[in-house]
C-alpha cells in the first residue's frame, strides 16, 4: 500500500514539479501536504513512535544507525515528501540567514560558507523514494548511478538561503563525500538547479582519504581552508558528521535527514 502511495505521490510531485514556470517557486518534489492522521503517525518500532525515533536520530542520540526501521518507512516516506520536510529544513535556514544577517564581517573576501551536498543542497529524493527510503541497505554502485544522471533537484530552502548569503557578499564552498570521479557530474547537476557559483567545489580524493570517516576527511579539508586565510562564518550539513570534529565554523547548522548516517 505505501508503494502505491509513494509511486502517486512521486507522479503527483514530478507533475507538479513540470508544470511550474521558472518565475514561480520551484516547489520540485515537496508539493504535498499530507493530511493529519494519513496512518503513519502512530507507527512505533521497538515501543517508541517513528516520531521519537526521528527526533532522536536528529538529536544525534541514536547514532551509528544502518537503516531507517522497516516499521517506520511509513512514516519517513510521509515525512520527507510531505510538508513537514520541507517546513524543518526552511526552520533551519531562516535561522542561518537571521545569523549571517548579524554578523560584522570584515570586507576583505576571506568570509566562506560551507555547504554539503546530498540532502543539503540537492536532494536524492527521488532515489531514496525507489529504494525503501532508507529502509534498503545503502548501495553506493547503484546511488552512483543515479548521481551520475546529474538529476538531482535543488533542495529549496537551502537554494534561498544560498542566494542571501551570496548578497551578503559570502563566498561558497561545497565540500561533499562524493568521491572526485564524479566532479564534473556534480558540478554541472548543481549549475543546472540554479547553483550558479561557487568560490570552490571539494569532492572526495580517495587517494587521499581512502576509507576515512567523513569527520576525518571534512575535518582535514576545513582545515586546509583555515590555514590558507579563510574565515569559515557557517557550516550546513544535513550529517552530524558534516558538523563535528574540528575547524567546523563559527556557527553549524543541521538540517533534517531521516534517510541516512554517515559517520
Ligand atoms: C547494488 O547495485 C548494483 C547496481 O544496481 C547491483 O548490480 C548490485 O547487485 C547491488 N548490490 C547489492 C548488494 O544489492
Ligand atoms: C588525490 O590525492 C593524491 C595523493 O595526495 C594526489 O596525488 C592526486 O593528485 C589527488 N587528486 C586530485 C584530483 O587532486
Same mark, same amino acid.
Given at each position: ?38 496512518g503513519s ?8 513512535t ?18 531507517v ?6 512514516y ?12 524543518d ?15 560584522? #564581517?570584515? %570586507?576583505? $573576501?576571506?568570509?566562506? &560558507?560551507?555547504?554539503? /551536498?546530498?540532502?543539503? +543542497?540537492l ?24 548521481v ?15 542566494n542571501k548569503?551570496?548578497n ?8 561533499t ?12 547537476? #548543481?549549475? %543546472?538547479? $540554479?547553483?550558479?557559483? &561557487?568560490?570552490?567545489? /571539494?569532492?572526495?580524493? +580517495? ?15 576545513r582545515?586546509?581552508?583555515v ?6 562564518v557557517?557550516?550546513t ?27
Amino acid at each position: 500500500m505505501m508503494k502505491t502511495l509513494v509511486a502517486f505521490l512521486l507522479v503527483a510531485s514530478i507533475i507538479a514539479a513540470t508544470s511550474h514556470g521558472a518565475d514561480e517557486e520551484p516547489y520540485q518534489i515537496f508539493p504535498l501536504r499530507l493530511k493529519p492522521g494519513s496512518g503513519s503517525e502512530g507507527a512505533t518500532v521497538q515501543g517508541i513512535t517513528c516520531a521519537s525515533w526521528r527526533l532522536a536520530v536528529e538529536a544525534h542520540n541514536i547514532i551509528e544507525w544502518k537503516t531507517v526501521p522497516a516499521e517506520c518507512e511509513n512514516y519517513v516516506g510521509n515525512y520527507m515528501l510531505g510538508q513537514h520536510y520541507r517546513d524543518d529544513s526552511k526552520a533551519v535556514n531562516r535561522e542561518a540567514y537571521f545569523y549571517a544577517r548579524s554578523l560584522a #564581517l570584515p %570586507k576583505d $573576501g576571506r568570509n566562506i &560558507w560551507i555547504f554539503d /551536498i546530498d540532502e543539503t +543542497t540537492l536532494s536524492n529524493l527521488p532515489y531514496y523514494a525507489q529504494n525503501g527510503f532508507g529502509v534498503q541497505p545503502s548501495n553506493s554502485t547503484k546511488f552512483y548511478e543515479w548521481v551520475d544522471k546529474g538529476e538531482a533537484p535543488a533542495l529549496p530552502e537551502t537554494q534561498k538561503l544560498y542566494n542571501k548569503l551570496l548578497n551578503l557578499g559570502i563566498k561558497i564552498v561545497f565540500l561533499t563525500g562524493r568521491d572526485d570521479t564524479h566532479t564534473e557530474v556534480t558540478a554541472s547537476n #548543481l549549475k %543546472k538547479v $540554479g547553483y550558479h557559483t &561557487w568560490h570552490k567545489l /571539494i569532492l572526495k580524493n +580517495t587517494t587521499e582519504y581512502g576509507r576515512s570517516t567523513a569527520v576525518v576527511y571534512k575535518s582535514a579539508e576545513r582545515e586546509k581552508l583555515v590555514k590558507s586565510g579563510y574565515r569559515i562564518v557557517g557550516n550546513t550539513g544535513d550529517q552530524w558528521s558534516d558538523i563535528l570534529g574540528s575547524y567546523t565554523g563559527r556557527r553549524t547548522f543541521k538540517l533534517p535527514d531521516p534517510l541516512y548516517y554517515l559517520s
